[in-house]
Every structure is written in C-alpha cells, then in structure tokens.
C-alpha cells in the first residue's frame, strides 16, 4: 500500500546507501515504485515537491564525482522530473517556486 507518507522514504531509498546488492536492490525497488506512481498517480507528489526540487540538486553535485555515482545521479534526477512533469499535467495550476 503507498500513500503520500511513503513519497519521503522512497525517495530515501532511491540512492543506494552502499554497494551492498540489498542496498542497491532496494534503490530499484524504489526507483520502480517512483517510476509507477509517477506514471499513474502522480497527484501524490504535490505534497512533496521540496524533496523531488531538493533531490535534483542534491544529485546535480553528486553526479560529477565518478561514473558509477553519476549514473544513479541521473537516474534519480530522472524519477524526480518525471514526477514533477507528470503532476504539471496532472494539475495545471501546479507551480515550482524555486
């Protein structure tokens, strides 16, 4: 079950904590689950546009240090303007005030 609750900690869980295969399983779970919500309720996100702004950044720095890390940068930049493009659609009114 996801609700809204669960945005935060999946975004969390979106960038592997080690190189353990449990960690990165974890992220691709997470990186799935994102990618689903984004795809068909993306309506959830509304609450939570800080994080999916605060991720972008935060993986906009990361992603320069090597190749690995640049990857799993881009892929979480990835879910986070996925999210936030499909909730424009979603809700027209929607504006990012950076």
């Known amino acids: 079950m996801l609700n809204r609750s ?6 969390k869980r979106l960038v592997p ?4 295969p449990e960690s990165e399983g974890i992220a691709a ?6 990618t689903y919500i984004a ?3 993306p309506i959830i996100f509304k609450s939570h546009i800080a994080e999916l702004t ?4 935060a993986m906009e720095k990361k992603g320069s240090e090597n190749e690995s890390e640049s990857a799993i ?4 930049i990835g879910i986070a303007l996925k999210a936030l493009a499909r909730l424009k659609v979603v809700d027209e009114g ?3 005030d950076a």
């Open 54 to 57: 605060k991720l972008v950044n």
């Open 73 to 76: 940068a881009n892929a979480a």
């Open 17 to 20: 904590s080690s190189t353990s």
């Open 39 to 41: 795809k068909t309720r």
């Open 29 to 34: 779970s997470a990186h799935r689950t994102l």
């Open 94 to 96: 929607f504006v990012i």
């Open 6 to 11: 669960s945005i935060p900690h999946l975004l």
